[in-house]
């Protein structure tokens, strides 16, 4: 008889990841933090014999080479995987998700959640169509001061939102890709794998995301000026856009790949008319407040003044920094607790972005390119 | 018999900047701090009474009530003031400048050089036909990690700059002026007194001024979505830009006075193809250096490595940090030099704004108004 | 046939931890995080019922109520775990050592090492005749700017060490125990369970640890003055201390528990002939190199100009901030790297804190009492 | 008929601060950035033509190559100075003080007042007979978050104060004094000119000023620790000292001239049981403040928010940093204001360090290097 769901750590599997990856490794550990779920079968290359090392390197217990197969195979194990992990190029997102949600298998993908458009739609379908849980992962949603932010925006401590700056500016493309050792530079550069964008699909859409998530307001037409500044590059590296938000409110978004020395430069910030707020995924732990005439605030993750809904994803008291991973954890406790309950019988919580918000970064980035391709013209998101 | 010029102070006038007015007395502060010139009169109000209490405040020979007056006075006197500093509001900027000009009195100008793009125009003429020193007052070129960006860009150490990001965000015109304090706020808000533009013209330029100064590449189009936050607010108080500059770089520029909380975040960051270059206004002291493939760089004023350019505009050893009246002073030390060359039969070197640099500024609001006017569209810089 | 060691998670049992303890789940996400170990059996609380629920609430295989009996029937279990976290107060870190040790079990334990000096020197002994692997977790070392900062000094980059400044200060003692919440605050401050400190056993020696494990200079002797400010109570929350080191250095080193508002503010600053390094533990992705005569460096984790022993504990790029669970989990790597050794046949590598460095960071905590109490005398460290 | 003291701009006269003095300059900005006053007269040098050079170069009216002979001709001269400032190696400021103010003439000191202990001694007395004013230069106590600062802790918004720790880092002295260009090492180095002490006279005074100042608290007892690191110098580069305070408060000292890579790193935190303050000078305008149990809050120079003794001290609005110069031109405000007092029969109001501060200063000086010449043990502090 199975174990009762709840006496367990769930049972996770996981496509693409091998060896040589960054991300198939931070999806391991992010799922694996809390002690709530292990990885235990995996897809993880197309190539069967990097498959088998990469499974072997994890001591996962099943290796398949084909994540058809996996799917086929784990729906029918009597110790079979609860969710699976997708974790490949962008191309693969879909027919991957497809399959395993088609075999009744909950899905949590990295992002962007498709390749173009027109799957992104579709999938939507499958996904209300399964009953089944999607989770996308944009991880910098875990981060308890994000959470502070949103919680405080959706308070009126900031007041009437009317400026919103968010930047996100790396330097891993700066070469052009024969000159850089990133094996992922190779494919997302690649029209054929990475799809219409680049720059804006791989961290545009973070910024997005952020943006969205935490002021509550729906971006409403936008006017992009994406550049391919390195030599030979079909897809943009770098974007500009000036943003109109609902309610009347204004902002900008810059994403780079290109803007040398530059790590992860994710910033936000977000004026009210209250109060504004700051923060920066490159010393995550501490959110900046800027009250109205009143001193400027740093509100420390794991301090006790803090709100629920950022303590609920605290995981070490203040002093002790937090980083990306467990940011990226935050994100598989809020879908594990959901897959938990939906297991038993329960409804899921959520929390975290699903396929809806999938399709609403695909349209940003399809968006974007549109506005740009036409000349930086404002173009309206649906 | 007069001194020579170069074995005594120079003398200066002021017209504007009366008692309460913040902009006056960092003038004199930064006409005066270097040792080589005092102010010695002034028209520092329309108001006679208000005019009479300020001149005696500050110690000076001689008071007039009204501009054209002082003029014509000094320009016989046999003491006579070597040049006037204009800080009053916008709409008087013009009329004061030709008067004194025609006076045959060089000019120093507070910024935006005039009430509108005909003055401007019509100014650099008769600056042109005078002969005389006109100095325009953009005070954060005068900070030596400004001097010393310029001339690394400029010596080629970031290679080709492919994007600039320059925000220049502050939070006094949060209210509308009827419930502030600052005497400032009025004009600046009104059209009558402050020309087309209120941000953009107060502190937009700002920004363009400091971007093209430091990279050296002049913004060739613009595309400008400006705001009037406040309710009633004729002028904007808010802009975000996209900027397309000289050898295809790109880049943004965002300016608000409804930030709240925002001191006077003035931030500028260029990169390119070899290093990027970061500076913030409020930490004026340093300047980051981000080189491709190697430790990001803090390079503190006045410290043995830095190059010639900011050593000249270096008053104290590094660790005794200079601020904005030193950058002010700058200016006037620059400025000084030049009159000291000039009066004595030499040729000017410059190394501050002109009225060539006055006209841009003009240009740069006025087609960022008429950009936001037809929708943030994108126009041509001249 | 039991499976071979190198291809398989290994097991780790844990005493002490149970629920609302902060360092037990700690200890389980270090130990978990690069999926080279699971915790399956525990003896999480002398409370029967608690040990129970807190070994359910962790899915372990196995729960103890009793630290003994589990060290004898682990070692005995054809599936018992390859070693044992040690997370109880002090005193029961010698008990529950030698009981592990004696069993034939490897051990990693909390420090300090032991209730006292006694204990240490005994310990030390046991763990040599057991010819098993003893690890003190000292997590501040597991930060690769740590590991950056050692390996610059130990190749000449600071030239010689002249001066060393080490602060950790904290806020969590800063009212008397009765007024806190925190479970630990209690034992903590009895001396019959913490032994004769409380400031500098618990967080003086991280600073005295990660002070000589940087510089590779041992402490000659101290003069410290110890205080307890918070009333009635009978340890100290509190020090001042002035250092020598050998070769001819200097230093000072402040620990506090009453600093009001600080975190965790560990800092360390060691000052060479030729450079000096700052870190922070609350930036702690960043160390601030400043050379003689040139720019201030800032160097970041998951560049590539770091050095082989920062890469080699490193998980993530730039740019995605790691924190204090991965510099745990760093130590665990080590760890688990040499009982993968030794399990095998192989030597041990070592790289983390062992029983010698334990017996020492003991020793500094009873001459820093010494000291104090004769009246902030200087002492000297054996 | 002299004009009225009230209507016009004090005459200063300054004695050394020749051409290459780094200090002379700051003294002259410092006392006339106010506009109310102006060095006329010098005695520059005690070589006769750099004294004269030095003098044109600041276009002074009165040049002396004798302090005596000034002080002696100013005291009777119709247009006489109103006070001198004292910016010679310290050897010289007990004759040149004990000069002027036996002339009449106010004085402004540099620190440490005097060469020994004995001549501070009879300056005191000196001072006091005279009836006039005489001020000593500590410039950090000018900035106006020092004076917030002090402001807070007076008004008890610190709680009981607790711990005290303050640090002044250089490097200037990193080398002997042969390898090095600075005028100033040389005699700073020399027990001839500079006393018993180098790091400690030089900026070991300063940290004890602005602690006592801020505090409120005077240091009781210390345990001092002098080293000199450079081969060959005869006083100390480098200081570590314990230090008790009033009211059981406790604190640790560092300074160093030898600290590579620092500039002025002059840091303080003050710890008390509600709050806790902190201030670095390398960013003097903002104030961070750590209350219990609420966020961290940075109060920036300038705001509205700031208490009555900032404001009185302040020039810019916020946002337009000032820095070293307004800081030391507001002890010359302070110390103006009081002279347009006395010179108009009111009452001196202070709030510029004294006589009775530079004695204290000197004992603390005295104290330290006995301390350390008997082995760094306790001593007290008259």
New interface residues.
């Given amino acids: 008889m199975p174990q009762d769901v709840n006496?367990?750590?769930l049972r996770a599997g996981i496509v693409g990841g091998g060896a040589g990856a960054?991300i198939g490794?931070?999806h391991?550990?992010a799922c694996?933090?809390?002690?709530q779920a292990?990885?235990v079968a995996g897809a993880m290359s197309s190539d069967a014999k990097r498959a088998k090392e990469s499974a072997?390197a994890?001591?996962l217990d099943r290796s398949y080479d084909s994540f058809r197969k996996m799917a086929e195979e784990e729906a029918k194990h009597p110790e079979g995987i609860d969710f699976v992990i997708i974790a490949t190029p962008n191309n693969l997102h879909f027919p991957v998700a497809k399959a395993f949600l088609e075999a009744g298998i909950h899905v949590v993908c990295d992002k962007p959640m498709t390749f173009d458009l027109k799957e992104a739609e579709e999938l939507v379908g499958i996904v209300e169509k399964s009953g089944l849980i999607f989770a996308l992962t944009h991880p910098y949603l875990g981060y308890p001061a994000v959470q502070q932010a949103k919680a405080m925006v959706a308070a009126g401590e900031?007041?009437e939102i009317?400026?919103v700056?968010v930047?996100y500016?790396?330097?891993?493309l700066?070469e052009p890709v024969a000159e850089t050792s990133r094996k992922q530079a190779e494919w997302r550069t690649d029209p054929a794998r990475a799809g219409v964008s680049c720059c804006v699909g791989d961290i545009g859409t973070h910024g997005e995301n952020l943006l969205e998530h935490i002021t509550g307001l729906k971006i409403q037409s936008l006017?992009a000026?994406l550049?391919s500044?390195a030599p030979g590059r079909p897809l943009d590296d770098?974007a500009?856009?000036?943003l109109?938000l609902e309610k009347g409110a204004?902002?900008?978004l810059?994403c780079?790949q290109?803007?040398?020395?530059?790590?992860?430069?994710l910033n936000i910030?977000v004026?009210?008319?209250?109060?504004?707020i700051e923060w920066h995924?490159?010393?995550?732990?501490y959110l900046t407040?800027?009250?109205?005439?009143?001193?400027?605030?740093?509100?420390?993750r794991?301090?006790?003044?803090m709100g629920d809904a950022a303590k609920a994803v605290t995981?070490?008291?203040?002093?002790?920094?937090?980083?990306?991973?467990?940011a990226f954890a935050t994100l598989y406790r809020l879908i594990i607790a959901d897959l938990r309950r939906v297991k038993s019988g329960k409804k899921a919580a959520g929390g975290y972005p699903t396929a809806e918000d999938g399709l609403r970064g695909m349209r940003f980035v399809v968006k974007a390119v549109e506005s740009s391709k036409a000349?930086?013209?404002?173009v309206e998101m649906p």
């Fill in positions: 006496k367990r750590r960054f490794a931070v391991r550990i694996e933090l809390d002690g292990l990885v072997a994890w001591f900031l007041g009317r400026k700056q930047e500016n790396q330097d891993w700066l006017c000026d550049t500044f770098d500009n856009m000036l109109r204004k902002g900008s810059s780079s290109i803007a040398c020395g530059e790590e992860n430069d910030r004026y009210g008319t209250k109060a504004s995924q490159l010393e995550p732990n407040i800027k009250p109205k005439g009143r001193p400027w605030e740093t509100w420390g794991g301090s006790a003044y995981r070490t008291p203040h002093g002790h920094p937090e980083g990306y991973l467990e000349g930086a013209v404002w």
